[in-house]
Structure formats: structure tokens, C-alpha cells
């Protein structure tokens, strides 16, 4: 997938579609009604294998002057979060959520060594995207 708002893959089918909102909401509130978002993944057990990919879109400034540049990019993440798993018989069905979503799970805490300055894009929404799978797998996207 490239970008946060990778489509998704052949064979899998996203149960946003089809379904009414107010039973996405109750499906969405049902995985997180006892969900801690402050214990990562496997707390207690094994640790949590956790994927990025960083995508460079572009070269927006680069001064020779101050040495630093300015690039937009998507970062995406991935691991697996069973307390989320919502269909483990189809795995390969998905949710994707509004960047809000983020804000309820447990993510990543990433940071970008010597940087000076970072942003998220917010021009009339959060550029922030979940996409969480049947069997808890959770791709996390933001620009």
C-alpha cells in the first residue's frame, strides 16, 4: 500500500460498505468497550512486531543556507492488535476508519530522530487513516 488511503487489497472486503452507520457504530463501540488504549498489544507477553513504510511525495523546500529541507510524506504502520480482531474466520475483511479512530486504540508513539520541525496535514480534516482487519491486523496511515 502507498499512502494512507491505500486501496485495499483483491479479495478483501471492507465491511464499511453496505453497512448502515448506526451498526458500524455499534460494531465499532462493541471492540472498544473494554479496550485499553494506554497497554500495547501482547502486554505482559511477547513483545509486538511493528512494520513502517515512509513514503516520500514530495521535495517541498531545500535551503543550503540553514541545511534542512522540508518533505511531505506518508508514514504507515502496521501490527497486529487481536483485542480488535472482529472476524478471525474472515481475516481478510476490513474496517477503515476515520483518523478519530486513532485517538481509542493503542498506536505506535514514532518519532523522527533530529527533526526539526514536524507536522501532521489537517487542511479540512486529520490526514490520519485506520484500517483494521478481521483478525486484529491494523494499518495506521498519516501524512
Known amino acids: 500500500p502507498?499512502?494512507?488511503a491505500a486501496p485495499a487489497e483483491a479479495g478483501n472486503s471492507n465491511i464499511s460498505e453496505g453497512l448502515n452507520s448506526a451498526r458500524l457504530s455499534g460494531a465499532i463501540k462493541k471492540l472498544i468497550s473494554n479496550y485499553d488504549n494506554r497497554l500495547r498489544p501482547n502486554f505482559g507477553t511477547s513483545v509486538l512486531d511493528i512494520n513502517m513504510?515512509?513514503?516520500i511525495a514530495s521535495f517541498d523546500s531545500i535551503s543550503e543556507v540553514n541545511?534542512?529541507?522540508t518533505i511531505t510524506m506518508y508514514l504507515n504502520q502496521y501490527w497486529t492488535d487481536r483485542r480488535l480482531a472482529f472476524?478471525?474466520?474472515n481475516p481478510n475483511k476490513s474496517m477503515t476508519l476515520t483518523g478519530e479512530f486513532?485517538?481509542?486504540i493503542w498506536v505506535p508513539d514514532t518519532f523522527l530522530a533530529n527533526d526539526k520541525h514536524s507536522f501532521?496535514?489537517?487542511v479540512t480534516e486529520q490526514n490520519k487513516?485506520?484500517?483494521l482487519y478481521g483478525d486484529g491486523r491494523i494499518i495506521y496511515g498519516m501524512r
Do not use: F, I, N, T
Open 2 to 4: 502507498s499512502g494512507p
Open 53 to 55: 513504510e515512509v513514503v
Open 67 to 69: 541545511m534542512d529541507y
Open 87 to 89: 472476524d478471525v474466520k
Open 129 to 131: 487513516m485506520v484500517r
Open 120 to 122: 501532521l496535514h489537517d
Open 102 to 104: 486513532a485517538s481509542r
